[in-house]
């Protein structure tokens, strides 16, 4: 099953209350948006959760392409955790990787899957990641 998903994470305050949504596409274009809240959270770990939540709703082994605004999501389930499972969760300063729990989860749901991660630029008008960023701000009030 081919999908196309769009995420994105909010908080008012850092920490703070925190909301996350999803813009999922099926094969055939029909579209479903998952959104959830916390009460004392991140922006990371919101813009991470939005991710996970959507791919527990996909079936493994499917082929999806997944747009963030975060380079912080991109770059760490692309680059960054390779490193940090090598060095025993540890980031380049030998401290202790962050949100190190959401990492875990979104890795083992990327490795169930066939998932190529694509940045795309937040408020740049693009209408599906404008809905995410929606979704997630909505899930906050």
């Not at 959507?54 to 380079?71: F, G, H, Q, R």
């Not at 692309?78 to 025993?88: D, R, S």
Request: charged share 30%; net charge positive.
């Amino acid at each position: 099953m081919k999908y196309v998903i769009y995420t994105d994470g909010a908080c008012l305050g850092n920490p703070g209350p925190g909301g996350w949504g999803a813009v999922i596409f099926d094969k055939n274009k029909n579209q479903k948006n998952i959104s959830g809240k916390e009460k004392n959270t991140t922006n990371n770990r919101m813009e991470l959760k939005a991710p996970i939540m959507a791919l527990k709703k996909i079936k493994s082994n499917s082929e999806i392409i997944i747009y963030t605004d975060s380079t912080y999501v991109k770059n760490g389930i692309t680059e960054w955790i390779k490193k940090w499972e090598k060095n025993g969760w540890r980031n380049a300063s030998k401290k202790p990787v962050k949100n190190k729990d959401l990492w875990i989860l979104l890795d083992n749901l990327n490795r169930k899957n066939k998932i190529t991660w694509r940045w795309v630029k937040g408020h740049s008008g693009n209408k599906y990641n404008n809905l995410a960023d929606e979704l997630a701000s909505d899930a906050i009030r």
